[in-house]
């Protein structure tokens, strides 16, 4: 935040300005409290800042308030006292929600109101100071006025901001940690997966070879399928694409190994047909998924 100091060296707001704006103060001042009537008058026909100003009381408080800022235009002193009170003047239409835009209509207004009674009033000789001196108080007063809604929002977007860093943060650590999560699952699955086909082989070691071989042919298809998924998520973990043919392998696999494990038991023929369309629609519906990510590498 600059200083007003600075604000004035900026604008180069000099003891010149200051005695030529005091010296304006008697041609001004008879037109004070016309100019606050028509700058309310334009604001109550505006719909967005007469809401602002049903309150007759108030109206009239501001009306007052707004008549002192407008003699100390060309009274003074330009301290640090005169730099609060213009803060403390944004902060309050921060605060009721008007919008910066009828700051700056509001201040376009007696700027033209204060530059036509230089031009009439004003010594011809001194005309040309006069209205440099006013353009660069009532530019300083809109600076510092401003400044205090640009600020804020700048406060508002830094709040936000941060707080969407936060969040993002934390749903990319949480998902990764799901992530972790699901290759653990991934991994208890591929060993419950070996189970099945050890106790697949038991039975042939048995002697009960039809059933032991069908078994085994269908855990070892769904190993398969652990493996994939788990070289998947790696890969996916790692930078690498989503597959989503190996979930409609899945599928496919499933409905495979609930054929071989039906055969081994007594179904009708509409049982068995079920079984055969749901391999023949998985498997069309793998080929498909197949062709459509191949097209994308």
């Known amino acids: ?67 002192k800022w407008l003699r100390a235009l060309f009274q003074g002193p330009y301290d640090e006292v005169y730099f609060h009170r213009l803060q403390r003047i944004g902060h309050a239409h921060v605060r009721i929600g008007l919008s910066a835009h009828f700051v700056y209509v509001g201040m376009n207004l007696i700027r033209r109101h204060l530059t036509q009674i230089i031009e009439t009033e004003a010594d011809p000789r001194q005309r040309e100071g006069a209205l440099r001196a006013v353009a660069k108080i009532l530019d300083l007063n809109l600076d510092i006025i401003a400044r205090t809604y640009h600020e804020e929002e700048l406060r508002r977007v830094f709040l936000s901001q941060k707080l969407d860093s936060l969040l993002i943060r934390f749903s990319q650590r949480f998902t990764f940690g799901l992530n972790i999560l699901l290759v653990v699952g991934l991994l208890g699955l591929s060993l419950g997966a070996v189970g099945l086909v050890v106790q697949d082989v038991a039975h042939i070691i048995r002697g009960n070879l039809a059933q032991g071989l069908v078994g085994a042919m269908g855990s070892v298809l769904i190993l398969w399928v652990v493996i994939e998924l788990l070289d998947m998520e790696i890969d996916r973990l790692q930078g690498g694409a989503f597959k989503l043919q ?52």
């Open 1 to 67: 935040m600059r200083t007003f100091q600075e604000i004035k060296e900026n604008y180069r707001f000099n003891d010149q300005d200051i005695e030529t704006l005091k010296g304006l103060l008697p041609v001004v001042e008879p037109h004070v409290e016309g100019i606050v009537s028509d700058f309310y008058s334009l604001l109550l026909g505006i719909p967005d800042t007469a809401k602002f100003l049903q309150d007759a009381t108030k109206l009239a408080w501001l009306r007052e308030m707004h008549q």
């Open 246 to 297: 190996l979930f409609v392998g899945l599928a496919l696999v499933a409905f495979i190994r609930k054929v071989l494990v039906a055969s081994l038991a007594s179904h009708d023929l509409w049982t068995e047909g079920l079984y055969l369309a749901g391999i023949l629609v998985c498997g069309m519906i793998f080929w498909l998924v197949s062709r459509a990510e191949a097209g994308k590498k």
